[in-house]
């Protein structure tokens, strides 16, 4: 695999302080020198640098729009290059609201995108549905092509244009869900695994189901957006809007391993990691951890093990 890694040190999709500092203790936690181990090429584009904006008041509910929309629109451009390299991409946010900007670009490159959303949100409120006015609550809504028309204009946002059809999209791990965003996803016929289908079906059916859904046509490169609060609070507790209920860390790792055999993975986003969040410092080195121990499985790590193929016993 030849990975190339992009830093998103962000925050201003949501109100909490830390999430910005995700991309850096991913990578103390190890994620470069890992990938390396298991024989990935990696190049590490470093973090972007976000410019501030002052006066950024927020339109009807949506909070710091113009920030937000040139932030993602640097996201867009290095996703863009990174593809354009020939790499795997890996954006490391940051929060969610990135997911327009590596999206997006992904998109710019490979036209014709499935989408796999691993999430206890769905992400998906348009600015007028949103209860809270953050952007991190929005991407998708921004993404898919059926929900163009309940867009309204947003400072910065005009560069954005739908490039998802609702039926490329499937969602893993809902357990959180606004009653506007509920109607999106049943109106839009919206294909979601949320907990209760973890539950009955368990995490293999739902991974084949899955793949049945967005393979049913043609096979189209995969998006990956992995929020780290997918997972339970008790295995990734440095996050900003933790749920109880959520995917073990097995189900989590499963997830990667099974995408990674797809062999049709072009690009993840691993978001949401605030170390700030975190209860004690243990807490928010245990998240980076896992958030490492996520990517490891988009690129090949398997838990049976694995050795070089002119591997000799001395
Ligand atoms: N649904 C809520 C909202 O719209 C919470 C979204 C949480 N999103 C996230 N990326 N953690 O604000
Ligand atoms: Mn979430
Ligand atoms: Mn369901
Ligand atoms: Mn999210």
């Known amino acids: 695999h030849s990975v190339g ?4 040190p962000f925050s201003k999709g949501q109100p909490r302080d830390g999430v910005q500092l995700g991309p850096d ?13 298991q024989g990935c090429v990696v190049k590490d584009y470093g973090n972007l640098i976000f410019e501030d904006v ?5 339109i009807g509910r949506t909070k710091q729009p113009r920030v937000v ?11 863009q290059r990174v593809k354009n390299d020939g790499h795997t991409c890996v954006m490391l946010g940051g929060d969610h609201s990135l997911a327009i900007g590596s999206i997006h670009g992904h998109a710019a490159y490979r ?13 998906i409120n348009t600015p007028l549905t949103s209860p809270t006015g953050n952007i991190h609550g929005q991407p998708m809504s921004y993404l898919i092509r059926e929900l163009c028309t309940k867009i309204p204009v947003l400072p910065n946002f005009s560069w954005i244009k739908p490039c998802i059809a609702a039926q490329d999209v499937v969602y893993i791990g809902l357990r959180d869900v606004d009653p506007e965003e509920h109607h999106i996803l049943k ?8 907990m209760t289908e973890v539950d009955s079906l368990g995490i293999a059916k739902v991974m ?8 049913s046509k043609i096979k189209k490169p995969i998006h990956l957006s992995y929020d780290i609060d997918a997972l339970d609070p008790s295995v ?23 995408v990674c055999q797809t062999g049709l993975l072009s690009a993840v986003d691993v978001v949401e990691v605030n170390p700030k969040q975190a209860k004690r410092e243990e807490e928010a080195r245990f998240t980076a951890n896992v958030a490492v121990d996520l990517v490891l499985g988009c690129f090949g790590r398997v838990r049976e093990g694995s050795h070089a193929a002119d591997y000799k016993i001395p």
């Not at 890694?5 to 998103?8: D, F, S």
């Not at 036209?111 to 992400?123: G, M, N, Q, Y």
């Not at 084949?208 to 393979?215: L, N, Y």
């Open 208 to 215: 084949e189901q899955m793949c049945d859904h967005i393979f």
């Open 69 to 79: 929309g040139l932030a993602n629109k640097q996201v867009a451009d290095a996703v």
């Open 111 to 123: 036209p014709e995108l499935s989408v796999v959303w691993v999430d206890a949100h769905a992400d």
């Open 5 to 8: 890694i992009i830093g998103a």
């Open 54 to 58: 002052s006066n950024d008041e927020p």
């Open 236 to 258: 990734a507790p440095a996050t900003g809007t933790p749920v109880i209920g959520g995917l073990t860390y097995r189900e989590g790792i499963y997830i990667t391993e099974y």
């Open 187 to 194: 109106h839009l016929g919206i294909k979601t695994f949320c």
């Open 25 to 37: 203790v991913i990578r103390e936690a190890g994620l470069v020198k890992k990938l390396e181990g």
